[in-house]
Structure formats: C-alpha cells, structure tokens
C-alpha cells in the first residue's frame, strides 16, 4: 500500500484527457481519478476529444472505443498521426474481435475491460507512467 502511495505521489502532476459517451461513467470516473491525478481533462465523444488534444499535450489519453460522432479507433489514429509517441489507455467492453486488433496494430497495448475496476484502472495508468 505505501508504494502505491509513493506511485500516486509521484504522478499526481501528471494530465490525462478521459474520453468517454456515457454521462455517469464518464462522471463518476473523472472524480475518482481527479483524486489522484491534479490535472484530468474529461469529454464525451472523439470530435471534444481531439479539439483538447489540439489545445494542448496530455499524458496519457484514456478512451472508449464504442462512441457517437467518432469512435475511439478514429480518435487514436487522429492522435498517433500527431503524436507517435502518445500513451493510449482503452478502456472497453469489448475484449476481442477486429477492433482489439486494430488497436493492437496502432500499437496500444493497455486494454483495461468494461465494467472498469478501479484496482484495474489505476494499475493501467500507473503502469504507463512507470513505463516512460
């Protein structure tokens, strides 16, 4: 427990932009990581999405895939074509199939399933702080 504090520490200034359609979640999720993390931009769809990415750099970018006006796959292509380098966390109920491959191929390795445990979520994003 108080390496995980020393992690949260350590990270706290770090800014992730969370992209998420579903109102509740998208809500609940932004407050907890808020928490943790100072800087947590949050919007609804792949369109917000990249208009605060083109404001600004993030750290991490957390999305969904499944989304209105842009889904998730889109909005990671738009973003690696701006930046290769940029940490991409999905967070997804769909575990398999064309777009889990797709992802796999834009070279997004952190895949965290839908109903997201926040054990699992916290893990994700800290782990891809420790990998930089």
């Known amino acids: 427990?108080?390496?995980l504090k020393d992690l949260l520490e350590k990270y706290k200034d770090k800014s992730i932009l969370y992209v998420e359609d579903e109102g509740v979640i998208r809500e609940q999720t932004r407050?907890?990581?808020?928490?943790l993390f100072l800087d947590v931009v949050s919007v609804g769809?792949?369109?917000e999405a990249l208009n605060e990415y083109e404001k600004r750099n993030f750290d991490i970018?957390?999305?969904?895939i499944q989304m209105p006006n842009m889904d998730g796959v889109a909005l990671i292509r738009n973003i690696l074509e701006r930046?290769?380098?940029?940490s991409?966390?999905?967070t997804t109920a769909f575990n398999q199939g064309d777009e889990v491959e797709e992802l796999k191929k834009l070279g997004v390795t952190t895949i965290v399933a839908?109903?997201?445990s926040l054990q699992d979520l916290?893990?994700?994003l800290l782990s891809v702080f420790d990998g930089k």
Do not use: L
């Open 1 to 3: 427990m108080e390496e």
């Open 31 to 35: 407050r907890v990581v808020s928490r």
């Open 45 to 47: 769809n792949g369109i």
């Open 61 to 64: 970018v957390m999305t969904d």
């Open 83 to 86: 930046s290769p380098s940029q």
């Open 88 to 90: 991409i966390v999905v």
């Open 114 to 116: 839908k109903p997201v």
């Open 122 to 124: 916290f893990s994700a």
